[in-house]
């Protein structure tokens, strides 16, 4: 599985699909009961170069990003940013199912105030294990928006075209950052058990001969360790504890500082070493960010 084909256009998706010709250049709705896969493509890495929103439900097709892959038996809804690799496998008794893929460049927004806030739509970096699980009224309510944005896309351009085509797609985007905190919500259970396991993970990264030996663990190696995306981990936070990963790394390390402060008499640069940074200015100057003191003034205070 060495080849890897980019797809840099909607029309060289369409084509690679067997599917018919776009209507518009830069936005596409396939319909997934009417093309069929060439399995000439079968395991094969794609990188694409615009956002894909896919609602499906059937069988005899998987999704692999990364070392994770993901089936749609039960139906769900997944969200790729451009430039993110995917591994399509269809089973060679593929048969056509329910559901659709909706893909837009990034050119289409990029002038638009949507381009702008892109990044706050954290689930398109999500792993496809962390799929959106809807139900039959909120299936409804997306692919209701879905058809009224192909509608519009189909037809003849005018002047109110690409307001109106935006105007859907953060409508979309909108209703599925609704869902996804609902998502959050009824999984409470779950998630207080990733939350424990997150917690446990921190509290034995967090020690001085850990930090010593691999310095302060960023955000990503924490996701890995738990095997989650960065944004889903911190979204999963954030809605459970209050804070993101971040915050939690940079309170783990403030609170450890305040320990070896007022608990030793070793000297600023050595407590400093002992947290992960390289430089004692460094840790000053991050200790002050989260306390308003510098570290001599919280020893003497």
């Known amino acids: 599985m060495n080849e890897i084909i980019?797809?840099?256009?909607?029309?060289?998706?369409h084509e690679l699909l067997g599917y018919e010709k776009p209507k518009h250049?830069?936005?596409?709705?396939i319909e997934l009961n009417k093309f069929k896969p060439d399995q000439t493509y079968n395991n094969i890495q794609f990188v694409n170069a615009f956002y894909t929103i896919s609602l499906k439900k059937g069988t005899n097709f998987?999704?692999?990003?990364?070392?994770?892959?993901?089936?749609?038996?039960?139906?769900?809804?997944?969200?790729m940013a451009p430039e993110q690799r995917l591994v399509v496998d269809f089973d060679p008794h593929y048969e056509a199912t329910e559901g659709w893929m909706l893909c837009f460049?990034?050119?289409?927004?990029?002038k638009s105030s949507l381009g702008s806030k892109m990044d706050e739509y954290s689930f398109f970096s999500y792993s496809l294990h962390e799929a959106l699980h809807l139900s039959e009224k909120e299936k409804a309510v997306v692919t209701q928006i879905v058809q009224i944005l192909t509608e519009e896309f189909n037809q003849n351009i005018d002047i109110y075209s690409l307001d109106l085509i935006i105007?859907?797609?953060e409508l979309l985007l909108n209703y599925a950052q609704r869902f996804y905190g609902r998502q959050f919500?009824?999984?409470?259970?779950a998630n207080h058990d990733v939350v424990d396991r997150f917690e446990k993970l921190v509290k034995d990264s967090f020690t001085v001969q850990r930090l010593q030996e691999t310095g302060i663990p960023s955000v990503k190696e924490l996701a890995k360790e738990m095997g989650y995306s960065t944004n889903y981990l911190s979204d999963l936070l954030k809605k459970e504890t209050g804070k993101n990963t971040q915050e939690h790394i940079h309170y783990q390390i403030t609170d450890l500082a305040k320990n070896l402060l007022s608990g030793?008499?070793?000297?600023?640069?050595?407590?400093a070493y002992h947290l992960g940074f390289e430089y004692?200015?460094?840790?000053?100057?991050?200790?002050k960010s989260r306390t308003g003191m510098s570290p001599n003034q919280f020893r003497k205070y």
């Open 264 to 271: 030793t008499s070793e000297p600023i640069s050595t407590i």
């Open 280 to 287: 004692p200015a460094n840790f000053s100057k991050f200790f």
């Open 167 to 169: 105007s859907n797609l």
């Open 185 to 189: 919500i009824t999984r409470k259970t």
């Open 25 to 29: 250049p830069l936005i596409t709705c």
């Open 105 to 110: 460049h990034p050119d289409l927004i990029r």
């Open 6 to 13: 980019r797809i840099d256009s909607i029309s060289m998706l």
């Open 62 to 79: 998987n999704m692999q990003y990364g070392r994770r892959s993901y089936d749609f038996n039960e139906g769900s809804m997944i969200f």
